[in-house]
């Protein structure tokens, strides 16, 4: 194999060196060198955590966690997928559910084995404060829990990482799933809007949608209400 | 009350929000409303005893970093438990500087430690720094006559290096009640362990000790017991309901939290109280009835 060129990096997946062109993603990278994922690609726009890597740089100690669709590969990179979490996951009817202060802690009771090592926060590709919504779990705040724990998309590298064997992810959609079902304010036009739904009050618009332009598309979506 | 952060723990915030509210009305009577510190995580919950465990002083150095990144000198606590782990944590970690380095170096997403910020329970506060003298000045329903036992347990009084008093013979609780006008009830247990966790894996343990305080504390006349511990509360309320029928016949014993007990006689918000204790106060007048 030839050394780096201005155009090229080297990187390593599981041990072996591969040379590939500069300012590719990771997965990219990996594509042009011959990989094919079965596993450990969904999305490719940084929504779905299928794509969980670990990596170190040349020299350095300290393990890094990544999106292998959102992160350019660099040189001298050391790479691995993780692209599945052995996590158990507790199974509950939502509906049946007393949402009181001890409902995380009751069916995710290893949460109060948090020790504040923070080290799940430094693992999280989406930059979550992930031991403060564990904190906030263990103290019985489901809201806290849930709006810290907003953008996670269960890419599992928190709870790979944990001392103490916590299965945030899951705990924390529980905490979402609570929120939203006994605590998060109702809106009214939204409940007007799915009687409407139900009996059928788009039909119009929806062929009115099939008959714009883009532009007029583009136009109505840029200029559209977000709550 | 110096540059003081309120550090609340985790039972505060539920199982024992009564306690909370009492003493955030008590406080706030005073002029010296709870400042509650920003993102405090859970102090650990019971003091590691290995000296080489370093993972498990984590979350208490974590808090007083948080009380450093907010400019306050020192932390407050109302749980017995968090101010014993929270305490013990600061003196082993500020004891030898490898131990300070070992714990910087892992936290490296933290400023350092720095070492010197205080950890107080409010008791401490409110006899050192505030003076039990202006509290019996807020005092607008005096509870004279009331027999209240002073419960302490083992985590505000030992080790004796971090205890808020002397462990064997410890007054601050009985000189509280008399700022408020009631009457201590000195009892033999007053200073013994409830059982703490052990409720979880051997509650006949726990029942059999809660029972001896209990039991102790209503033949020397006591009508009211307060503690500062919400486990303590836990063990001892679920004590006195399972084993009611072997405890010192016709009297009732209200078990309640010091602070409880200050917003009565400061007629500021209690938090709930057990039906007994509305019955204790129906004889008691208030500000209003003695003004007339
Ligand atoms: S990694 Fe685990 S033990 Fe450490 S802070 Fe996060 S949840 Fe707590
Ligand atoms: S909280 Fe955990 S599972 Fe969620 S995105 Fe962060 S590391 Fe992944
Ligand atoms: S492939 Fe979905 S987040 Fe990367």
């Known amino acids: ?227 | 009350m110096n540059n003081t952060a309120y550090f609340p723990g985790c039972s505060l915030k539920a199982e024992a929000s009564d306690y909370e509210r009492s003493a955030a009305a008590v406080m706030e009577a005073l002029g010296q409303p709870l400042e509650e510190l920003e993102r405090w995580t859970c102090c650990g919950t019971v003091y590691s005893l290995t000296d080489d465990d370093l993972m498990h002083q984590l979350a208490s150095v974590r808090n007083l970093i948080r009380a450093q990144e907010c400019g306050a000198e020192e932390i407050v606590t109302l749980c017995s438990m968090c101010f014993n782990t929270l305490k013990r944590s600061k003196v082993f970690i500020e004891q030898d500087a490898a131990r300070l380095e070992t714990v910087n170096a892992f936290m490296d997403e933290e400023p350092d430690y720095e070492g010197g910020i205080e950890v107080f329970h409010l008791l401490e506060i409110l006899r050192d720094q505030v003076g039990f003298e202006s509290i019996e000045g807020r005092v607008t329903r005096p509870l004279s006559g009331l027999r209240v036992a002073p419960y302490y347990g083992c985590t505000l009084l030992r080790p004796r290096e971090i205890g808020i008093d002397e462990p064997d013979t410890p007054m601050i609780l009985q000189d509280f009640i008399r700022t408020l006008w009631a009457t201590p009830v000195e009892f033999a247990f007053q200073a013994e362990c409830c059982g703490t966790y052990q409720i979880v894996d051997t509650p006949e343990m726990v029942l059999e000790k809660s029972h001896r305080i209990l039991s102790s504390a209503m033949r020397a006349g006591a009508e009211v017991m307060v503690t500062s511990c919400p486990l303590c509360m836990h063990n001892l309320r679920l004590c006195y309901e399972e084993l009611r029928s072997s405890l010192p016949e016709k009297r009732e014993l209200s078990i309640v939290y010091w602070t409880q007990l200050a917003a009565i006689a400061f007629e500021v918000e209690t938090g709930e109280l057990p039906a007994s204790m509305d019955k204790l106060l129906e004889g008691l007048p208030t500000s209003m009835e003695l003004v007339r």
Request: hydrophobic share 35%.
């Open chain 1, 1 to 227: 194999m030839s050394i780096p060129s201005e155009n090229t990096i080297r990187i390593y997946v599981m041990g072996s060196a591969y040379e590939v062109p500069r300012g590719l993603t990771i997965m990219d990278a990996m594509e042009h060198a011959g990989w094919r994922f079965t596993r450990g690609a969904g999305c490719r726009s940084g929504f779905c955590g299928a794509c969980s890597t670990v990596y170190r740089h040349e020299g350095d100690y300290r393990l890094r966690f990544v999106l292998a669709c959102q992160t350019e590969a660099e040189d001298g990179m050391y790479l691995v997928q993780l692209p599945f979490t052995p996590a158990p996951r507790v199974s509950y009817t939502l509906a049946a559910l007393n949402p009181d202060e001890n409902v995380l802690l009751q069916h995710y009771p290893e949460i109060a084995r948090c020790v504040s090592c923070n080290t799940c926060t430094k693992a999280c590709p989406q930059d979550i404060e992930v031991m403060d919504y564990v904190q906030a779990a263990l103290r019985g705040d489901i809201a806290q829990t849930a709006s810290l724990s907003f953008d996670c998309i269960q890419c599992g590298l928190c709870s790979m990482r944990c001392p103490a064997d916590i299965k945030h992810y899951h705990m924390a959609q529980m905490a979402r799933r609570v929120y939203g079902r006994y605590m998060s304010p109702i809106t009214e036009h939204l409940e007007e809007r799915i009687v409407e739904i139900e009996k059928g009050v788009y039909a119009e618009e929806v062929d009115a949608l099939v008959k714009m332009t883009r532009g007029e598309l583009e136009e109505i979506y840029a200029a559209r209400v977000v709550e």
